[in-house]
């Protein structure tokens, strides 16, 4: 009884305070630490934007961005500037981490990635006895790491990935008995790493730390506990892992890999990725005692066999599989319900042969085969496939005609099916964000349905047979950014509602036989009237889209993340050719920055439109072989970006002044 009357008192003393207290429910951030915040800010190259905030004598702790505070003391204990705009402030161009951030004694977090630091670490930070997280990852700082970190014997979560800090990593970090994320990946620490110290550090990332040469595993020294390792640029013997029997996800790159034929590894993963490595032309042995695998990943490693049935029977659990960029050879055989949810099946770039698969897991959302030498029609069972996101089979020696089914496909965004010996039409009704079956045996008119396609921002159709005319409806692809109808035999006049399509930056509609005149308006395309210097490869921009990682709760974060860049890498993969100054240049990627207009090799007349120059962000322009006479517009001097023009083999002028017989 006396202690229910106590807990009473208690809470009615509570309830009193929390009505009558004016300060309850509002925050005053201490000034010392306001001004040290703006210190810090002063000491950034900022403009206005994110930091608009941040205004002198308003409360830190309720106003500004990036800023949050202890609930009862007031005290700064956040400081993330990079969760609010797409991991970086907008408005930073460069600057220094200000000492005056020393002066938050009560700081936790301590978030700058991406918002272009330089400099060194202060050396003060040392001082921040109550740190948990320092993310200071994607900048620009330099010098030797500071042993100061060492005395932030509360924190739980390091990165400083992406910089170029150099030395030795300290001794001293082995006294963070608290870190359990360590993130030094590529920077230019010496070859040393000596961390067996650290008893509750459980996720390592050290890719690319020493560049100039592979380390051995005598100089590595790595505790029980990991959970998450990723290491690059190593020479490692299977002693190296003999003590990691939690290890539950491994990344290997660049490495020279010396593994026994008989070890038995102590853990038991859930994803591997191997790439790049030495790991002498077989798939390693110690795989075989792997059971809960759910994502593999051997690419590039130069592996010349067979693909082993045990790896699908050992793993039912395996959800995503690159297999990519090796030599594995013979026939693709999944055994039946050995990988009922498989979501990612990347087999490209081997040397596959026989007919394309018959036998495909149900929940397949991606599937990329191409750069084989498959054979034969493509499968009927491929439209079961209902979940499909992306099917590559591009670069094979696939015939017949593509299946009307692939048009009730839901979810399909990339359809790549170029360099192969397809024949009849593209099906009615298929949509997708980006469809490629360039040089086929295609042939027909210019699918009708295709226009009605509201998503589509990349089509390759060149190279095949396709003819009649352009239809005037192409106006329609609103989200369209690359267009191209090449090496056809297409005949009626570019439809001038092809100005509408204001995303456009490629338009290639050369080895035609296009007769008439260049649509006036040519000049609207908004796209390429917009200079450029970014050099990002240009996204089709995809729907989002699930793929099933595993059980929740049993996967990190980070472990998600990589499945999710395996994803991304698969789905980013679309090549452009082009004809540049005479030669053919094939692009692996579609960069940003390039823009481009071939109508050359047709039978184009008339007059080039005056108003060309408002494309000042046009990059590639060939009008070459046709039959276009009159004056070279001299606008053509306002296109900044220009870096190739071919107008040969027509009937131009350079002035109105010149003579016929002056012409290009």
């Not at 499968?379 to 094979?396: G, T």
Request: hydrophobic share 40%; charged share 15%; with cysteine.
């Amino acid at each position: 009884m006396a202690v229910t009357q106590i807990n009473l008192a208690l809470t009615t003393a509570l309830v009193i305070i929390l009505f009558t207290n004016p300060f309850v429910g509002r925050f005053y951030c201490p000034t010392q630490e306001s001004r040290a915040l703006l210190s810090f800010k002063d000491a950034l190259n900022v403009s206005d934007g994110f930091f608009s905030s941040w205004v002198y004598g308003s409360d830190c702790c309720s106003k500004w961005d990036g800023i949050s505070c202890n609930n009862f003391s007031y005290h700064v204990e956040w400081v993330n500037l990079s969760a609010y705009t797409n991991h970086a402030v907008q408005g930073v161009q460069s600057g220094v981490i200000s000492g005056s951030l020393c002066n938050l004694p009560f700081l936790k977090y301590l978030i700058l990635n991406s918002i272009g630091l330089t400099g060194t670490i202060p050396s003060c930070l040392g001082n921040l006895s109550h740190l948990h997280y320092l993310h200071l990852k994607n900048n620009s700082l330099s010098g030797i790491f500071a042993p100061v970190i060492c005395q932030l014997t509360n924190l739980s979560s390091l990165d400083v990935s992406y910089n170029q800090l150099s030395g030795i990593l300290p001794p001293c970090l082995q006294n963070l008995s608290f870190l359990k994320l360590l993130d030094i990946n590529f920077n230019q620490f010496d070859k040393s790493l000596q961390l067996a110290g650290l008893s509750s550090l459980e996720q390592l990332y050290a890719r690319n730390f020493s560049l100039h040469e592979h380390i051995t595993s005598s100089v590595l020294a790595l505790p029980s506990s990991l959970k998450i390792l990723w290491l690059s640029s190593i020479s490692a013997s299977d002693t190296l892992f003999h003590n990691l029997a939690g290890l539950k996800f491994l990344s290997l790159s660049y490495c020279v890999l010396d593994i026994s034929t008989t070890w038995i590894p102590r853990f038991q993963l859930g994803g591997i990725a191997i790439r790049s490595c030495s790991v002498g032309g077989r798939i390693p042995d110690w795989l075989f005692t792997q059971y809960s695998l759910q994502g593999l990943m051997l690419v590039d490693d130069n592996i010349v066999v067979e693909i082993p049935s045990w790896l699908f029977q050992n793993n039912a659990e395996l959800m995503h599989l690159n297999l990519s960029g090796n030599h594995f050879h013979g026939s693709l055989i999944i055994p039946d319900r050995s990988v009922r949810w498989i979501t990612v099946l990347d087999v490209s770039r081997n040397a596959l042969t026989g007919i394309a698969p018959c036998q495909l897991p149900p929940h397949l959302k991606l599937l990329v085969l191409n750069d084989n030498a498959l054979i034969g029609s493509i499968a009927q069972s491929l439209c079961n496939l209902s979940l499909l996101v992306k099917l590559d089979m591009s670069n094979n020696k696939l015939n017949g005609n593509i299946p009307a089914c692939f048009a009730n496909y839901k979810f399909i965004q990339v359809l790549n099916l170029r360099d192969n010996s397809l024949e009849g039409s593209i099906p009615h009704g298929l949509c997708c964000s980006s469809l490629i079956v360039r040089n086929n045996k295609l042939s027909g008119a210019f699918p009708p349905s295709i226009t009605n396609c509201k998503t589509l921002q990349l089509l390759d159709i060149g190279h095949n047979n396709f003819s009649g005319d352009i239809p005037w409806s192409v106006g329609n692809l609103s989200a369209i950014k690359v267009l191209s109808m090449k090496g056809n035999s297409f005949s009626g006049t570019i439809p001038s509602k092809i100005v509408h399509l204001k995303q456009l930056q490629i338009l290639d509609l050369s080895f035609n036989n296009l007769p008439g005149f260049i649509p006036q308006k040519i000049a609207s395309l908004h796209a390429m009237s917009v200079a450029r210097e970014d050099g990002h490869v240009l996204s089709v921009s995809l729907k989002p889209y699930h793929i099933f990682l595993g059980d929740k709760g049993h996967k990190s974060y980070s472990e998600l993340a990589v499945l999710e860049a395996w994803v991304y890498e698969i789905m980013s993969r679309d090549k452009l050719d082009m004809i540049v100054k005479g030669l053919e240049l094939h692009y692996p990627y579609i960069l940003s920055t390039l823009t481009a207009i071939d109508l050359s090799n047709n039978q184009l007349n008339g007059h080039i439109p005056f108003d060309f120059g408002k494309l000042k962000g046009l990059r590639f322009f060939n009008l070459s072989r046709n039959n276009l006479s009159g004056i070279i517009p001299p606008s053509f001097g306002e296109m900044v970006q220009l870096e190739s023009l071919d107008l040969s083999k027509n009937r131009l002028y350079l002035c109105h002044q010149q003579e016929k017989n002056n012409a290009l």
